[in-house]
């Protein structure tokens, strides 16, 4: 009986704790506080709460990417240079040619140093007309001395079929005298006394100075497959840039 009644007063004191303790007699539990992670003391985690894996590795991804953008800016540059090149190449080959002007056999019209662009499909689509000033590869009767250009620009005076002469110093094409508004009052046409007959695929062509011009009168008519094109432009200097 002893034994028991230590065992009542004993549960009854657990009782009155746990009552006192807790409103309702049912035990709550205590909230356990969670550390709120600092950036600093924790390498791990960055400023703005993040946080990094393997940091070394994302350093090394992002200097492969930039090296592989590098690589690609450099190959772009190279294709745009390489495609500009054969651009040009191209274009020089079949389109249009820039000739620099080495004598005076072309002034007024033309000074030397003036830097013409010449057409080389004109006459593709077209026959020579007269009138044109051509660029045309230097003829057999004029060989290139020191220095000389192997090409040589002069303008067309007279097609296949027309017969040409120099009288009372101007220029005749089939018996009538030639009008030619490019070239500065009172210039004189001479050494040309006998006429001429061009033959079919030829081309008689004379310099505007015609004083001071080896042309057809010294080494004849040219052939027209030498023909390279038709000066159309003058492109340099800019103070002179303008039409042919």
């Known amino acids: 009986m002893f ?9 009854a004191c657990t009782l009155q704790r746990v009552t006192d303790e807790t409103p309702g007699g049912i035990p709550e539990s205590t909230p356990q506080s969670v550390p709120a992670l600092n950036p600093q003391s924790n390498p791990a985690v960055d400023s703005g709460g993040t ?6 590795a994302n ?7 930039q090296r592989a953008a590098s690589l690609r800016n450099l190959l772009e540059w190279v294709a745009v ?9 191209l274009i020089k080959t079949f389109l249009v040619q820039a000739f620099r002007i080495p004598s005076e056999s072309m002034v007024p019209t033309l000074e030397i140093g003036d830097r013409v662009l010449v057409n080389k499909l004109s006459y593709k689509a077209h ?5 044109d000033v051509v660029v045309f590869k230097r003829p057999p009767g004029l060989p290139a001395g020191p220095g000389e250009p192997e090409d040589l620009i002069k303008r067309v005076i007279g097609l296949p079929g027309d017969t040409v002469q120099a009288k009372d110093g101007s220029m005749y094409v089939n ?10 009052p ?3 046409s001479l050494n040309l006394d006998q006429p001429v007959k061009i033959a079919q695929g030829q081309a008689w062509v004379m310099g505007d100075n015609r004083t001071n011009s080896q042309d057809s009168r010294v080494f004849g008519p040219i052939e027209s497959t030498t023909v390279i094109g038709r000066a159309f432009m003058i492109m340099w200097p800019p103070g002179r840039i303008g039409s042919l």
């Not at 946080?51 to 070394?56: A, K, L, S, V």
């Not at 350093?59 to 990417?65: D, Q, Y």
């Open 186 to 188: 009172g210039t004189p």
């Open 81 to 89: 240079i390489v495609g500009a090149v054969l651009v040009a190449v």
């Open 175 to 184: 018996g009538k005298r030639l009008e030619e508004p490019y070239l500065p």
């Open 3 to 11: 034994s028991s009644s230590l065992a009542l007063n004993a549960q």
């Open 127 to 131: 026959e020579i007309n007269r009138g």
């Open 59 to 65: 350093h090394k991804s992002i200097a492969r990417k």
């Open 51 to 56: 946080r990094e894996i393997d940091r070394p």
